[in-house]
């Protein structure tokens, strides 16, 4: 069982946890993780007059290969794939029947959209034991992310949310972004199973 603090700081925060489970082989093992955070707990917003209404659910998967092992450290490398659903609401006015920046009208409306991304990595780390059954795992990759954003209201194709001036945060529908990623952090678990020397 592992938990990834760095995500509370994360300007999409999630609270993390994983387990990372063998796959009948002493080298190879899967890791699989699942966030929810909410930008009511987000420290990034703190300072600003507006906090937007943000839903986030992330997950990641990540195939490992142990290539070094002794009792106190394990190195590994291997894919990663991860995939975060952000939803954002509000209530504004929205144009309606629009066409080609035109709109026939304004409506107050309850707006919903999703910021869906996906990144692809290659990571490589090292993984500590204590003697407690505690471990510390550390870990880098590079890759690739992209990210595209969906209206989830009806009839409401084109709009943008107050307060996003970060281009990580771009939520106008329709977007489509692709840029290289790079992923650092470290774990830290609690050993439920038993692993060989």
């Known amino acids: 069982m592992k938990f990834s603090p760095l995500t509370l700081f994360d300007i999409d925060n999630t609270v993390q946890f994983g387990v990372e ?34 839903e986030i659910f992330k997950t990641r998967t990540q195939l490992r290969y142990y290539y070094f092992g002794k009792k ?5 490398v291997g894919p990663e794939f991860m995939f975060k659903k952000v939803i954002y609401r509000e209530n504004k006015f ?14 107050n409306k309850d707006i919903k959209s999703a910021r869906l991304v996906g990144a692809a990595h ?11 059954r505690m471990t510390l795992d550390v870990f880098t990759g590079f890759g690739l992310r992209q ?11 084109d709009f943008n949310f107050s307060g996003s001036g970060y281009f990580w945060e771009n939520n106008r529908p329709g977007s489509i972004e692709t840029f290289p990623s790079l992923a650092m952090g470290f774990n830290i678990g609690i050993m439920l199973g038993k692993f060989e020397d």
């Not at 890791?31 to 987000?42: E, I, R, W």
Request: charged share 20%.
């Open 21 to 54: 489970i063998p796959l009948g082989h002493e080298k190879l093992t899967l890791q699989q993780d699942l966030g929810y955070g909410h930008s009511s707990f987000s420290i990034w917003y703190s300072g600003y007059d507006y906090r937007p209404n943000k």
């Open 122 to 132: 290659v990571k490589a780390g090292w993984q500590f034991y204590f003697s407690n």
């Open 94 to 107: 929205v144009g309606m029947d629009c066409v080609n920046g035109t709109c026939g009208y304004f409506e």
């Open 72 to 76: 106190w450290a394990r190195g590994y």
């Open 147 to 157: 990210y595209r954003v969906r209206s989830l209201s009806d009839g409401v194709d």
